[in-house]
């Protein structure tokens, strides 16, 4: 069974930074589009930014700039650096990936378990 297991999460003072790692296992036989979402308490899950296979990248207009999203295709594992964190960045952050699992079989969506991320003033 295909997993997505997350790390990186933790307490950082504003202005610091975290960098978050997410890596796939079990049966993969390709992985297409790979990103992180966030969900703040009280709030809906939201894309924080997402990477194609090739390396394309989208980014949230409130992490523009802060932000890069990156992966490793021979380790099955994205990235995500965050810089000049805000305490409105503080949530839990989801890894989330496209994967085929058969060559018989299309794309299934998994979702990691989320990292908490909390950014003080």
């Known amino acids: 069974q295909v997993q997505l297991v997350e790390s990186g999460g933790g307490l950082v003072q504003a202005g610091g930074s975290l960098r978050l790692s997410c890596a796939a296992s079990?049966?993969?036989?390709?992985?297409?589009?790979m990103s992180w979402y966030r969900q703040a308490p009280g709030k809906e899950r939201e894309l924080v930014a997402g990477i194609s296979s090739g390396g394309s990248t989208d980014y949230a207009d409130s992490v523009k700039g802060r932000f890069t999203i990156s992966r490793d295709n021979a380790k099955n594992t994205v990235y995500l650096q965050m810089n000049s964190l805000k305490p409105e960045d503080t949530a839990v952050y989801y890894c989330?990936?496209?994967?085929?699992?058969?060559?018989?079989?299309?794309?299934?969506?998994?979702w990691g378990q989320g990292t908490l991320v909390t950014v003080s003033s």
């Open positions: 989330n990936a496209e994967i085929r699992d058969s060559p018989f079989r299309g794309y299934v969506e998994v």
């Open positions: 079990g049966r993969i036989v390709s992985i297409n589009t």
